[in-house]
């Protein structure tokens, strides 16, 4: 079974611009999560979407958003970039069943912004 | 406000020795407890997880002790290897809403020496 997909790995931006990520979760996983992971903050959650509604969202401001597709793939997308933003950001696929809440990684996509 | 507190920050131990890592938790709402490695470069995967109707779950050189009046619960990694190095996180979700999210503690730099 393919893992979760995320692209692209590397992103440079400039400060000011937008950004969206993608990610493909695992096949038949119909939640899908996004973190944020930095040095100092760790990892913090950002939202989650499941069956295409954002059912849970962190505390970042609302230059970051998301949105998912009726095949459960998923897109986030932050506006006006700032220098704090450049982050790992991660995307994370669960089956969500009775008893199963196991959340499964992908690699990754580093946005720095310049 | 931060939910799951994990130490050491870091840890060296030999090989072959046991390395411990701790974390409490404060939300008497959490009910699945993950561990998660994650090498240089890679997304987060899942080692083991445990949830408060055990004291303890093994999986090979890893073992979870979870102390549920205390608010605590730990990784052994038993027989450390130099490939056990990593960065480790321990994270805490309350499965039973529809609000699902993992609340990570800070992470726990693991060096193993040969």
């Known amino acids: 079974k393919a893992g979760v997909t995320q692209t692209p790995r590397y992103l440079i931006k400039t400060r000011g611009q937008q950004v969206t990520l993608s990610c493909s979760p695992i096949s038949g996983h119909r939640s899908v999560s996004w973190y944020q992971q930095t040095p100092g903050q760790g990892l913090q959650f950002l939202f989650e979407?499941?069956?295409?509604?954002?059912?849970n969202k962190g505390n970042f401001p609302g230059r970051f958003s998301g949105r998912q597709f009726s095949n459960s793939r998923s897109e986030m997308n932050v506006s006006t970039l700032e220098l704090g933003d450049s982050a790992l950001y991660l995307c994370?696929?669960?089956?969500?069943?009775?008893?199963?809440?196991?959340?499964?990684f992908g690699q990754g996509t580093r946005l720095t912004v310049v | 406000q931060q939910q799951v507190k994990q130490s050491p920050q870091s840890l060296i131990v030999q090989k072959g020795g046991i390395s411990i890592i701790n974390c409490a938790y404060e939300?008497?709402?959490?009910?699945?407890f993950p561990w998660y490695q994650q090498f240089p470069g890679k997304g987060p995967a899942l080692l083991i997880a445990?949830?408060?109707?055990?004291s303890e779950k093994k999986e090979g050189r890893f073992t979870i002790s979870f102390n549920k009046s205390a608010k605590q619960f730990s990784l052994h990694i038993m027989d450390s290897q130099p490939g056990d190095s990593a960065t480790y996180f321990c994270a805490a979700s309350d499965s039973g809403g529809s609000n699902y999210k993992l609340t990570f503690g800070k992470g726990t730099l693991l060096t193993v020496n040969p």
């Open positions: 979407y499941f069956s295409e509604t954002q059912r």
């Open positions: 994370a696929s669960s089956p969500i069943t009775a008893g199963n809440t196991e959340a499964f």
């Open positions: 939300n008497t709402a959490f009910d699945y």
């Open positions: 445990i949830r408060p109707d055990v």
